[in-house]
């Protein structure tokens, strides 16, 4: 087995741009949490089953725990303390709060990550688009029905906010 | 915490400095695409590489193209896209259907076409932590000489498990494979063997770099069918892909089927043609050509549930699979 090595790796994370010194056998979870200290990434069982380690990458939802480090270089890289705006929630965090969709809240960063990216690029998902977005992350408390209300009503409250009140949801 | 074990990461450009890396580190060395299977094997300890080549930023290996009569897509093509693609979904919509329903969507989003036509296979003694398989003895396909699934067996019974290779065989794909030697086409039915511990043609060092997929004719149409214990996230228990030809009445002129997730490789069902063609898909021939399935099948204790239960399922889902082959069924699937 080969010896580790250090290299340093550039990321760009939540808009801020990073080059730590970073093992390179490092997976991108492993380095959010442990070297650059964004904690809200969860590992949960840290083989690409569970969803607590979603972030968006190029605006996809990715498991951090199974992408190598080095593969994230170049890649615009959110996380779910990258969600909030200047000195408020996301409005889906708020319907997480409102609708009690958050219980332990270990898998909540990472649905909340999978889900704000499908409200990118829909801002009217009807439930089963919710629910087929929302199939990588486990859930053990919820049973996702107050999950997939906030989920709908964030879309709700995104949708007025940018003004369009497209569709309507039903 | 599952941690990696050390190595070093390698991002060629090209496809040929892909396989040059991949030939000057020899054994040392593997090439991963999305790595949703590769990195988690790593994690338990199944592979201990030196060197990852990386693949998925070859711009080569990457896009969808229509070249003659054919639909070429490139090997590190995501699952993801493959299932969104206008074209897949239009002239394949069983490709688009099979990989919809790989794993869950950030797994999709993240693990290839290539790299599920090369995905290893998979066995209740094998996917488990090193610990794990400490505990229990090491087994045929890692570290060991017994296999746990058969007790006397000398061969490796771990399961062909991905769900795109079975609808590509039964839509006459070829795939590209690159190595030191140069390229060669392989066609999808040639190209698994049943052998767990390697369970196809690709040599060590080959890349799947293109998938080509022939236009169907105008009649044709197929299928894919699912069985999992969620409707997400996991595995095939077992999978049938099945594509028929029918002529203007609506009788079969050729017809195919295969069984994936029981054994080393996905199964060509055989007998068929003798049943169905010169034959409506009538409920009767449907039931005769599940019972035929029934009949060559027998799953072994590699997976989590009952063989039993999954031997008793696969007339079950061969009837669900040629159901939807069925005219009025077309534009459900």
């Not at chain 1, 964004?38 to 996809?60: P, R």
């Not at chain 2, 003895?137 to 699934?149: A, M, N, P, Q, W």
Request: aromatic content about 6%.
């Amino acid at each position: 087995m080969v010896k580790a090595t250090t290299c340093i790796v550039h990321l760009r994370v939540n808009g801020d741009d990073y080059a730590p010194g970073v093992p390179s056998h490092y997976t991108l979870l492993e380095t959010l949490r442990y070297v650059i200290g964004l904690t809200g990434s969860k590992q949960g069982c840290d083989k690409g089953d569970c969803g607590a380690c979603t972030v968006i990458l190029d605006g996809e939802p990715h498991l951090s725990c199974i992408t190598p480090v080095l593969a994230a270089e170049g890649r615009e890289i959110r996380t779910v303390e990258g969600l909030a705006g200047a000195g408020r929630p996301h409005p889906l965090q708020d319907a997480f709060d409102l609708n009690g969709a958050a219980q332990c809240g270990f898998c909540t960063p990472g649905i909340l990550c999978s889900a704000v990216a499908l409200l990118e690029r829909n801002d009217a998902p009807t439930r089963t688009e919710i629910r087929e977005a929302l199939a990588g992350n486990l859930c053990r408390c919820t049973g996702y029905t107050k999950i997939y209300d906030a989920v709908e009503s964030a879309a709700e409250v995104l949708r007025g906010q940018s003004g369009g009140g497209t569709g309507n949801g039903e | 915490m599952l941690r990696l074990p050390p190595f070093r990461y390698h991002r060629p450009r090209t496809i040929d400095e892909a396989v040059g890396l991949l030939d000057r580190w020899g054994s040392r060395a593997l090439p991963v695409s999305g790595g949703t299977d590769l990195i988690p094997n790593m994690k338990h300890r199944l592979f201990t590489p030196d060197h990852l080549i990386a693949l998925k930023q070859i711009p080569d290996m990457r896009g969808f193209r229509r070249d003659g009569s054919a639909l070429v897509i490139g090997g590190a093509e995501t699952l993801a896209s493959v299932a969104r693609h206008p074209e897949v979904r239009r002239r394949f919509p069983s490709l688009a259907a099979a990989a919809g329903q790989v794993a869950g969507p950030q797994l999709r989003n993240m693990g290839t076409l290539g790299g599920n036509i090369c995905l290893d296979t998979r066995c209740t003694y094998y996917n488990q932590t090193e610990f794990w398989r400490d505990a229990l003895g090491y087994c045929l396909k890692k570290d060991g000489d017994v296999c746990h699934v058969t007790r006397v067996g000398k061969k490796c019974v771990a399961a062909h498990s991905a769900d795109t290779p079975p609808v590509l065989m039964t839509l006459g794909a070829t795939i590209e494979l690159a190595g030191p030697e140069g390229r060669r086409d392989v066609g999808l039915n040639d190209f698994f063997l049943a052998d767990g511990i390697w369970n196809s043609r690709r040599k060590p060092g080959e890349i799947v770099t293109r998938v080509r997929i022939p236009f169907p004719s105008r009649d044709s149409r197929a299928a894919y069918t699912k069985l999992r214990q969620r409707r997400s996230i996991d595995f095939p228990l077992l999978s049938v892909a099945v594509s028929a030809d029918f002529q203007r009445s609506g009788r079969v002129c050729q017809i195919m089927g295969v069984v994936t997730a029981l054994g080393a490789r996905p199964r060509l069902l055989t007998g068929w043609a003798r049943i169905a063609l010169g034959r409506p898909l009538s409920n009767e021939v449907i039931e005769a050509l599940a019972e035929r399935a029934h009949r060559q099948c027998h799953p072994l204790e590699n997976a989590i549930v009952d063989a039993d239960w999954r031997r008793a399922m696969v007339p079950v889902q061969v009837r669900l699979a040629l159901e939807a082959l069925r005219p009025s069924a077309a534009s459900a699937s």
